[in-house]
């Protein structure tokens, strides 16, 4: 009887993931399964533990397991997904929370400078503080929440294994390295997750990408919020997102995840304004095309130096959605 293979929606960007291998089964033993003729629910009736069978990275369950044993595997398993936290600050924090409230999935680990609040962020996961020991934990999604350097030193390791959601889009303003990533996401069968963050209408933008002749995005922040001066005021950049991103990478992220979804990083329109008498963290977009027009403005309060208190709840949704493994209705 041949097994259907699961399709999850995995959120606004892309529609469709086929569901990550998570911890795989010996291959002699699925070979055995599949000659006798059994199905997964007897497999799994007759005491056959899911937990104890190997986990594999994406790439190998690419590489070693044939068309019909990769169909097998989703519904023989039924393990908890496990996800990598890099970053263990605002978003991370909450992110970490919210996994273990709600059961999305097992932190396996946090990568963060701090060990002890990292300890208090996933009790129970391995800590520790060095980067080059990011991309060999074994787990279904690593997530970035630090800042642009960092998702610069692990993106394409991570990807040459498993599937990578960063925070820090700011970093893929660079040509050459978004272009690396997409070449190693091609190479291992791997996938970078752009969420939305602190961004509204994100999937509108990235579905009418072709038809959307202009893109401006104006944000207001108050100095402190862009790392600069306390008594700062007024236009501070005003051109291509590409130099917005350049000259704060910790706080045009939003800007970023447009650019990204959208036009690119030349053709999309950045204004930063400094304020030092807002207590919000602004956006004002505008989008056109022919036929549409849309403006929305997002508003929230920070929550962090350069975080507003919308993106880590919705960082957390974002990853538990990605990663899901209900069937439900969700959103696509
Ligand atoms: N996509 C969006 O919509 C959006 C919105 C807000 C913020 N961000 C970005 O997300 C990132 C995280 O934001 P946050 O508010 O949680 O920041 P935060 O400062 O609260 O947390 C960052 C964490 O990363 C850790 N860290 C920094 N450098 C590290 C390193 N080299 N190795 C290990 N750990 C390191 C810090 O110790 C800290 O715990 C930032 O880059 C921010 O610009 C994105």
């Not at 969420?195 to 579905?207: F, N, Q």
Request: glycine share 10%.
């Amino acid at each position: 009887m041949p097994f259907p293979t699961t399709r999850r929606p995995i959120g606004r960007m892309v529609p469709w993931i086929i569901t990550l291998p998570n911890d795989l089964y010996p291959f002699g033993r699925v070979v055995a399964f599949r000659n006798h003729g059994g199905s997964a629910e007897q497999w799994i009736k007759e005491g056959k533990n899911v937990s104890e069978w190997p986990r594999l990275s994406r790439r190998e369950f690419h590489s070693t397991l044939d068309n019909e044993q990769r169909r097998s595997y989703p519904v023989m398993t039924n393990s908890t997904k496990r996800i990598g936290l890099v970053g263990c600050g605002v978003i991370g924090g909450r992110i970490a929370e919210r996994a273990i409230e709600r059961g999305f999935a097992k932190i396996d680990f946090v990568c963060d400078m701090d060990l002890e609040k990292a300890r208090e962020a996933a009790p129970g996961a391995e800590v520790f503080p060095n980067l080059s020991d990011v991309a060999a934990r074994q787990v279904d999604l690593v997530v970035e929440a630090a800042n642009a350097d960092v998702m610069r030193e692990i993106a394409i390791d991570v990807l040459g294994e498993r599937d990578f959601m960063p925070f820090t889009m700011t970093a893929l303003a660079d040509d050459d390295f978004r272009e690396a990533v997409r070449v190693q996401c091609r190479k291992a069968g791997t996938r970078l997750f752009i969420p939305h963050g602190g961004v509204l209408g994100l999937d509108g933008i990235y579905d009418g990408r072709t038809v959307i002749e202009e893109l401006t995005i104006k944000t207001t922040k108050h100095p402190r919020n862009l790392g600069l001066d306390e008594s700062t005021s007024g236009v501070i950049y005003d051109g291509p997102t590409r130099g917005a991103c350049a000259r704060f990478p910790r706080n045009v992220n939003i800007h970023a995840a447009y650019a990204l979804m959208g036009l690119g990083f030349d053709r999309t329109h950045s204004t930063v304004i400094s304020d030092p008498e807002t207590k919000q963290m602004r956006h004002d977009i505008v989008v056109k095309g022919p036929g549409l027009e849309w403006n929305f403005m997002i508003s929230s309060t920070p929550v962090g130096e350069v975080t507003g208190n919308y993106t880590p709840e919705s960082a957390a949704s974002t990853v538990g959605r990605v990663i899901g493994a209900d069937y439900d209705i969700v959103m696509a």
